[in-house]
């Protein structure tokens, strides 16, 4: 597609339960990263895909927190529990294989736990 | 690890200012540096992207530079417009990630 796009833009879910955020990247990017941002500060990383293996998850917080992506394209992030401090935008962007690449960040899924 | 630190945090300034934002950084072993703007509740747009290599990229109004040894980047905005009003991030690429800043946000008053 023409950029990344996000689904759903917005989550509200009730404490405990299971979500899972979408992100589609632009085709023929390889590198998929997704991030985290909290009201007022930058976004954090979390994870980031090269094709299909997650090359580095380092920033996931805990195992609560899991994404896949099967066919190195489309990439799924799956919170199970979900606790109040899971509320953030979940950001996702796509780049070139390589370094010197910038990202392409889509709208984000702007998820709410209550 | 990487520290981005963005001063100021917050800007006002009058219609048809120019501005500069500052964005520095604690490990100078970066791939590049992009600078981003965030608009309330939405995605980050790229504005640019230096490679470590450059020493600044200009689109339009903007022109931002590196100076990779003093871990400093600049985003310097001319002729300030309302619609230039938004959350500035800068992002320094190392290793696997980008970090982030946490932005400078802009106000232009008309």
């Known amino acids: 597609g023409a950029g990344v796009s996000q689904t759903p833009s917005n989550k509200v879910t009730e404490k405990g339960k299971y979500v899972e955020l979408r992100c589609d990247p632009i085709?023929?990017?390889?590198?998929l990263y997704w991030y985290r941002q909290s009201l007022g500060q930058g976004p954090e990383f979390l994870i980031y895909?090269?094709?299909?293996?997650?090359?580095?998850d380092s920033g996931l917080p805990n195992d609560r927190f899991f994404a896949v992506r099967p066919e190195g394209s489309v990439s799924t992030l799956k919170i199970q529990r979900t606790e109040r401090g899971d509320s953030a935008v979940y950001l996702c962007?796509?780049?070139?294989?390589?370094?010197?690449?910038?990202?392409?960040f889509g709208s984000g899924t702007r998820l709410t736990v209550v | 690890k990487q520290e981005v630190t963005q001063i100021p945090a917050a800007l006002s300034v009058p219609e048809g200012e120019n501005l500069v934002l500052n964005c520095s950084f604690t490990?100078?072993?970066?791939?590049?540096l992009q600078w981003f703007r965030q608009d309330p509740g939405k995605g980050l747009t790229s504005l640019l992207l230096?490679?470590?290599?450059?020493r600044e990229q200009t689109s339009g109004r903007l022109n931002a530079s590196l100076d990779k040894s003093s871990g400093r980047s600049t985003l310097y905005i001319a002729a300030s417009q309302p619609g230039d009003s938004a959350t500035y991030l800068c992002?320094?690429?190392?290793?696997?990630?980008?970090?982030f800043g946490t932005g400078t946000s802009l106000t232009v008053i008309p």
């Open positions: 895909f090269q094709g299909t293996g997650a090359a580095d």
């Open positions: 085709s023929g990017h390889t590198a």
């Open positions: 490990d100078s072993a970066i791939y590049n």
């Open positions: 962007a796509s780049s070139s294989s390589g370094p010197v690449y910038g990202y392409t």
């Open positions: 230096i490679q470590s290599s450059q």
């Open positions: 992002a320094v690429h190392t290793g696997n990630q980008f970090y």
